[in-house]
């Protein structure tokens, strides 16, 4: 079986003194594992690392079968990396998402939004507002989606301040009086098509928002715990330093 197509690397770890054992997320057909042959003096190291771009052709007698990689080098994203620290805590909080995602599930609308927000990691007014997209689409593609399009009370779509913890669906402000205390925020923007005005406040509700229910949907469903690089990303755009 041969398989050809464009990637992001999401995971690469030593499997044997001539074998590093990869995970990339191609474009049109989702996760794929397999082997990279460590060959000496060529530098391979430097291309198949989390968070390039890579094209990619995966080859196996049998589509069950583990498999190899040959890969050449479409976008080299390292350098973000190495001069930023919270660049790094945003990338590895993708991969530690992508690495419980099922493999060979077709997943486009990922590719493309983890794609923009790897490109846009120096645009700090930008790149926490997509990585909130991908947190959301991710809930949603694990099958466990929320629902902000109405109220669960009573229907209505109008001032929908509030989360259901029980179910994933908006709440009126009307619908939820009384109960405030036992809903989750729902910031205005995650219901609008544009990014307007946006505090802090509403930023780090949002992020709130989707730990709830990445911890109580998906995360419980495989026994671990939210990704320390999560938590860092999350202490980052708290400090007082952060200004959106």
């Given at each position: 079986m041969n398989l050809t197509d464009k990637g992001i690397a999401i995971g690469v770890k030593k499997f044997s003194d001539s074998t590093n054992l990869m995970k990339i997320l191609t474009k049109d057909n989702g996760i794929y594992s397999?082997?990279?042959?460590?060959?000496?003096?060529?530098?391979?190291?430097?291309?198949?690392?989390?968070?390039?771009?890579?094209?990619?052709?995966?080859?196996?007698?049998?589509?069950?079968?583990?498999?190899?990689?040959?890969?050449?080098?479409?976008?080299?994203?390292?350098?973000?990396?190495?001069?930023?620290?919270?660049?790094?805590?945003?990338?590895?909080?993708?991969?530690?998402?992508m690495d419980i995602f099922p493999e060979r599930e077709e997943c486009i609308d990922l590719y493309n939004i983890i794609e923009e927000l790897l490109d846009n990691l120096n645009n700090t007014s930008l790149w926490p507002f997509l990585y909130i997209k991908f947190e959301l689409l991710f809930i949603e593609r694990m099958g466990y989606g929320l629902d902000l399009s109405s109220c669960a009370v009573n229907g209505s779509t109008d001032n929908l301040n509030w989360v259901s913890p029980k179910t994933g669906r908006a709440v009126s402000a009307l619908g939820a009086k009384g109960w405030e205390d036992r809903?989750?925020?729902?910031?205005?923007?995650?219901?609008?098509?544009?990014?307007?005005?946006?505090?802090?406040?509403?930023?780090?509700?949002?992020?709130?928002?989707?730990?709830?229910?990445?911890?109580?949907?998906?995360?419980?469903?495989?026994?671990?715990?939210?990704?320390?690089?999560?938590?860092?990303?999350?202490?980052?755009?708290?400090?007082?330093?952060f200004i959106i």
């Open positions: 397999g082997l990279i042959r460590i060959k000496k003096n060529q530098g391979n190291s430097g291309v198949n690392i989390p968070g390039n771009t890579l094209s990619v052709n995966w080859r196996a007698r049998l589509s069950e079968h583990l498999g190899f990689f040959n890969t050449e080098l479409i976008k080299s994203r390292s350098s973000n990396y190495l001069n930023s620290s919270i660049n790094l805590e945003v990338l590895n909080s993708i991969c530690s998402l809903l989750l925020k729902l910031p205005e923007f995650l219901g609008q098509n544009e990014i307007k005005s946006v505090s802090k406040a509403d930023l780090l509700d949002s992020l709130k928002l989707t730990e709830f229910f990445l911890i109580k949907r998906v995360y419980s469903q495989y026994a671990k715990n939210l990704s320390s690089s999560r938590k860092r990303m999350f202490d980052y755009l708290s400090d007082d330093s």
